[in-house]
């Protein structure tokens, strides 16, 4: 049984990594978030200590260390920004990361990440759950089997309706989330990557603080990619639940069927990394440059490759 703690408790992805701690037979020794919501820790480790200030957490895990009952692992699940300094403690501390996506918000970081990793002897593992879905597997098989000369033309759209708060809370600010490119899209730029291959260009047609949209080109695929916060966007046979959205992934008029299978993709990345096949560092490159790029890329007005929406889009903007 391995030792756990958590940074970032009360966060909408808190659940699923308390599930796969419980479910992999682990146990939380100590959690930590400046928000007191964290009622769901019940349901899964009652006795774990809890801390609403980092310096109070940081005092305990040290603490834990002098008494000779060394934490295993942290996991990261705090606001994108605070991810390299959080991660940078469990490490000088010389315990191992699980760290949310996006990893890091630039490449810069991950270097820093390797010169820690290297200076204190822990591992950075991090969640890419999407290259465990089956029907991802299937469609990276598919294209490995295909013609070495065969690039595929994808449209990629992703719609998910937030509220007035999303731009309030830390999430709307460029510098701490990266924007809606990198908060909503990371992990499929890595989706991608892991599928198609090298990235070899990234153009942008569109950004502002809740939708982006561009063109990207991999070894075997040809990208057009539009991503949005913004209800107004959602087509007519969006999905109304909790919130409503509108995911596509359109390969050459194929639809990749994958909304379900995610319930249990956490638990699956943990079973990975406790058995030293998590992804490192350098798994997240090419997703993180890809949104680092994006950033910064000078807006291209009239491309020749929007995504069909885009239109829409500049016609109400």
């Given amino acids: 049984m391995k030792n756990f703690a958590l940074i970032g408790a009360a966060g909408y992805i808190a659940p699923r990594h308390l599930k796969a701690i419980k479910e992999t037979g682990n146990n939380l020794l100590v959690a930590m978030d400046i928000n007191d919501s964290v009622g769901i820790m019940d349901s899964h480790f009652p006795d774990a200590e809890f801390f609403t200030e980092f310096e109070e957490f940081s005092g305990y895990v040290e603490d834990l260390k002098l008494q000779g009952q060394k934490l295993d692992y942290i996991a990261i699940c705090s606001p994108n920004y605070l991810h390299l300094p959080h991660m940078k403690f469990a490490l000088q501390n010389g315990i191992d990361v699980i760290c949310e996506k996006p990893l890091v918000l630039n490449t810069a970081d991950l270097d820093t990440l390797n010169r820690y990793e290297k200076e204190y002897g822990a591992k950075v593992n991090s969640i890419l759950q999407l290259r465990l879905h089956p029907s991802i597997i299937a469609l990276r098989d598919k294209v490995q089997a295909a013609p070495q000369d065969k690039v595929f033309d994808v449209d990629l759209t992703y719609l998910t309706s937030r509220g007035k708060w999303y731009l309030k809370s830390w999430k709307g600010f460029d510098e701490k989330s990266g924007g809606v490119a990198t908060n909503i899209g990371v992990h499929f730029y890595d989706m991608l990557h892991f599928i ?10 569109y950004r502002d603080e809740k939708t982006s949209s561009g063109y990207l080109q991999y070894e075997r695929a040809n990208v057009r990619w539009f991503l949005s916060i913004d209800a107004n966007h959602l087509p007519d046979n969006a999905v109304h639940g909790e919130k409503s959205t509108y995911r596509s992934i359109d390969i050459e008029g194929e639809e990749l069927e994958f909304s379900g299978g995610f319930t249990d993709l956490h638990t699956q ?20 440059k890809t949104v680092d ?12 490759n929007p995504h069909p929406l885009l239109a829409k889009v500049k016609k109400h903007s």
């Fill in 269 to 288: 990345s943990y079973q990975r990394i406790l058995e030293g096949k998590g992804y490192g560092v350098e798994d997240n490159r090419a997703a993180i």
């Fill in 293 to 304: 790029v994006m950033r910064q890329a000078k807006l291209i007005e009239n491309p020749t």
């Fill in 196 to 205: 198609f291959g090298e990235i070899t260009h990234n153009e942008v047609h």
